[in-house]
């Protein structure tokens, strides 16, 4: 297992591969959030060990557009920060999942996943997060690589809002209901304010909302 190494007095060459060739300044790794989700915020799609009734409510307005703009929300090249459970579910399904641009795309990525048991991570490339979650996440992002995407991890989202380390926030607005299951923003999230930068509408129903992070919340 690699660990994420800490940043030196002397910048490393992972960092000085980071630096923007015309004006030398750090060029950041972004970190989007990608979510499905429902009109009621849930974004939990399987039981995951409780008694959560609708599994795969997402399958019926799956189409060929709605993957493609998917796709390409994700980026050509693109790495993943993932929570162990979210991890685990994806480890059991996208290892062997037929060949796509998508799970070509998962099975290439470094997974960089927040866990207490980094030795029995198997899917790789991966690289365990240790319990210092918002400094391993500042040093990757400095390091040369891809951008980082977010999806599926739930419990780490308030913990990147809260120390300011998201760029970008994509949802996907499902047209159901379902009043039950682990939502996006979990109470305790802090508060924020979001910049409309994108939103496209799909026949069968689903939106894509893009958000640019803009700060604290605005009042009054």
Not at 125 to 151: C, E, M, T, Y
Request: glycine share 10%.
């Amino acid at each position: 297992m690699e660990t994420i190494p800490s940043l030196q007095p002397q910048p490393s060459r992972s960092i000085l591969g980071a630096l923007n060739s015309k004006t030398g300044r750090l060029k950041l790794r972004k970190l989007k959030i990608i979510e499905h989700m429902s009109l009621d915020g849930v974004i939990q799609h399987s039981s995951d060990g409780d008694a959560f009734p609708y599994s795969d409510w997402t399958a019926p307005y799956r189409t060929p557009a709605g993957r493609e703009a998917m796709l390409a929300a994700y980026g050509g090249s693109f790495d993943l920060l993932l929570g162990r459970r979210t991890y685990d579910i994806w480890s059991g399904f996208w290892p062997t999942a037929p060949s796509s641009p998508m799970a070509d795309g998962l099975r290439a990525a470094t997974k960089f996943v927040a866990t207490h048991r980094p030795k029995s991570l198997e899917w790789g490339p991966f690289k365990g997060l240790g319990p210092d979650l918002a400094g391993d996440i500042r040093r990757i992002k400095v390091q040369d690589g891809p951008d980082l995407v977010l999806s599926g991890s739930s419990t780490l989202t308030s913990i990147l809002l809260e120390q300011g380390l998201v760029d970008e926030v994509l949802l996907a607005v499902y047209p159901v209901l379902l009043g039950t299951g682990k939502r996006f923003f979990a109470e305790g999230t802090p508060p924020r304010s979001f910049e409309l930068v994108a939103t496209s509408a799909f026949p069968s129903g689903i939106i894509f909302n893009t958000y640019k992070v803009a700060g604290s919340l605005r009042q009054g």
